[in-house]
């Protein structure tokens, strides 16, 4: 059973770069045509994708906040991350990493984290 | 503001047949499938229907998605208290190169 575990601070200064990383058990991320996602929640607020990366390293970013992410994998940790520059106290939310299936099988976000909140706040 | 329109809230009685609506555009529900999340209060979203109609393993029965040009819906029968919850409708935008979700549909179950 594939289980995914976001980690990061939970409180991260205005201006500052929010840093999140989501370890994957149960099988290796580097198997398969998975993409890996990050998608947030602010409180009260619905979801909202930020942006995926493919095991071959390629990745998608939300246009609006393309300008500040970046997603990396680590295949020797079976981890992927988050790094979003420049937060403001609009980027709050609770940060969710999630799998999506093989390429071309179009199954969805089949797997996700139990999720993080990261508050930006001075 | 979401690219993919759903109500806000959708309330029905057990044992009831509620449907929740999902619109978009012909860049995203026109031209890919359709995916639906369920969130139970304080959890993480689950998948409840992919590939507009098809359900995950462990899914009831009652749930069921469909698709229709530019919009989509999701319909639960034989309501129950346990699915009270919130509803997300999502699909791959093709001008965005990216997912997109809806607003999310708050169900009571009364």
């Known amino acids: 059973q594939v289980q995914l575990q976001e980690s990061g601070p939970g409180l991260v200064k205005p201006s500052q770069t929010l840093s999140l990383i989501c370890t994957v058990s149960?099988?290796?991320?580097?198997?398969?045509?998975?993409?890996w996602s990050w998608i947030r929640q602010p409180a009260g607020k619905g979801l909202e994708w930020i942006g995926r990366i493919y095991t071959s390293g390629s990745t998608n970013y939300n246009p609006s906040l393309k300008s500040r992410v970046t997603t990396s994998v680590d295949t020797s940790k079976n981890q992927f991350s988050l790094k979003l520059s420049s937060v403001t106290a609009a980027d709050t939310a609770v940060y969710y990493c999630?799998?999506?299936?093989?390429?071309?099988?179009?199954?969805?976000?089949?797997?996700w984290g139990q999720g993080t909140l990261v508050t930006v706040s001075s | 503001q979401s690219v993919l329109t759903q109500p806000p809230s959708a309330s029905g009685t057990p044992g009831q047949r509620v449907t929740i609506s999902c619109s978009g555009s012909?860049?995203?529900?026109?031209?890919?499938?359709v995916y639906w999340y369920q969130q139970l209060p304080g959890t993480a979203p689950k998948l409840l229907i992919y590939r507009n109609n098809q359900r995950p393993s462990g899914v009831p029965d009652r749930f069921s998605g469909s698709k229709s040009g530019t919009s989509a819906s999701l319909a639960i029968s034989g309501l129950r208290s346990e699915d009270e919850a919130d509803y997300y409708c999502?699909?791959?935008?093709?001008?965005?190169?990216?997912?997109?979700f809806g607003g999310g549909t708050k169900l009571t179950v009364l």
């Open positions: 999630a799998r999506e299936g093989p390429r071309g099988y179009n199954w969805g976000f089949d797997y």
């Open positions: 999502a699909a791959w935008d093709d001008s965005l190169s990216g997912w997109v």
């Open positions: 012909s860049s995203n529900i026109g031209s890919n499938n």
């Open positions: 149960g099988g290796s991320i580097s198997s398969g045509s998975y993409f």
